[in-house]
DNA sequence: CAAAGTTGTCTATTTTTCTAGACAACTTGT
DNA sequence: ACAAGTTGTCTAGAAAAATAGACAACTTTG
């Protein structure tokens, strides 16, 4: 009955207990609600957010399940803890040595694919790659068994020939890079933004589908200044936050 | 009639044209569809999404009404362009002196609201502040009319008394500084993170309910290390990139 | 000009989500 | 012990999303 312009949808494509649980979720990532602290009974969040109580515990069910909350019959639901893992961007950045601020944090990485092909221009340009093929090279990481973030890797195939099989073997670029006789390189550029995740990404990461990837795209070059690594990683925004590493000021 | 644990969901809270569309999304934003491209037709979306060609279609019509594709009658789908804007993250990050790359990108900020405050524990111990209060600034900033950003300014109230009055005269947390005698101050710490936008977010970034946020937590601190100002910016992740800015090797 | 393929629109139906209300099970504070 | 407030579970119905099929309007190709 609603009568609206043509090709106009009428919702937005989230379910309204989708939209309740991620503003939850923001509460208790920005420190409004805090470990142990109980969060609003479900006949509250249904008024507040103009829903049924139905609606409403549907919302913190979703948290629950992600252990994000805990409900105890008679006495309310709790904020259970918030573990984001924190990786840090800078200078030397290496998958290996990031995630740290973790009292285990001993990062595993696999190799899940790699392939020798013709690079898209836009990084073959990036790589200074004339006509060459590249090699692509798929990886995730892991810490203590979850899965932590999915990277495209690209090299120019003439200056590693070998690099694909090395990741394989050492389960790490920085040591396969260091098989190629390059004992040091630098990062020259970041940039990062945020998306859903593919379903792909969502099922390498073991996210529900919709969720959030931070994708960083980087490059690595030798010291000289020769490009030598385009990397495109995605991680688990649920899970991570980047760090960013700042010089210092002497 | 299906049968599933107590308290399971049946769904992910997305709607399969909005998971269809976010799909699609990547692809254009990563480069393998490029502006001028035809995208996979309706039927083709509904085969490979499994879904009716009706929901392929929703998922077009969502994209379409961003201006990211085009459907022409009888010929298929186009997309148009993928404008990201860049947002640059270095040792002297402003507001004001970002958003370059862009032809004419004069960003234009405005004070939503200010309020004099006792700070969050955290926000206390990073500002150095004992017992005193806080300056909460919330800002909005601009380019060429479309909303870019929100933030949340922390300042100590002792350390920079007229602050709020002079965010609010000049328009912009650097003038305002100045005016307080701060004439230099550098960026020490900034960690960037996703989520999803709250209701109030993505009204203010005119964005669609449960959009992403790219958010930005940095400090900025005097020469001698005191820090002024702690700052959380949310940008609509759908329009901007933030790019780091890694010291030179001299 | 005709055929094939595309987007746009319409109706009808099925499936899923949301709402509504009631009550049981449990905890907390008086 | 009791009252008030909380989560958990059930039934039923209304509203919305997704499916299904048909066909019109239009473009491109041969």
Known sequence: MTDRLPGTR???????WRLIAEELRVEIGDGRLSPGDRIPTGKTLAERFKVNRHTARQAIAALAEERLVESRRGSGTFVLGDAV??????????????????????????????????????????????????????TSRF??????????????????????????????????????GIKDYVR???????????????????????????????????PDGTPLQYLVSRFAAQRVRLDIEHPRID
Do not use: C, M
């Open 10 to 16: 009428v919702s937005n494509g989230y379910s309204a």
């Open 188 to 222: 020259t550029s970041t940039s990062v933004g945020a998306r859903h995740a593919t379903a792909l990404e969502a099922s390498l990461l073991s996210l529900g589908p919709g969720a959030i990837v931070l994708v960083t795209e980087a490059l690595d070059s030798l």
């Open 85 to 138: 893992r924190v990786h840090r961007i800078g200078l030397r950045t290496r998958l290996s040595n990031s995630l740290h601020e973790q009292p285990s944090a001993s990062a595993t990485g696999r190799v899940l694919h790699s392939e020798l092909e013709n690079p898209p221009a836009d990084i073959a340009e990036r790589l200074r790659i004339n006509g060459g093929k590249a090699v692509r090279v798929e």
């Open 143 to 180: 810490t203590g068994g979850q899965a932590i973030s999915v990277g495209t890797h690209w090299f120019d195939a003439e200056r590693v020939p070998g690099i694909a099989a090395d990741i394989e073997r050492t389960g790490s670029v920085t040591a396969a890079l260091a098989a190629s």
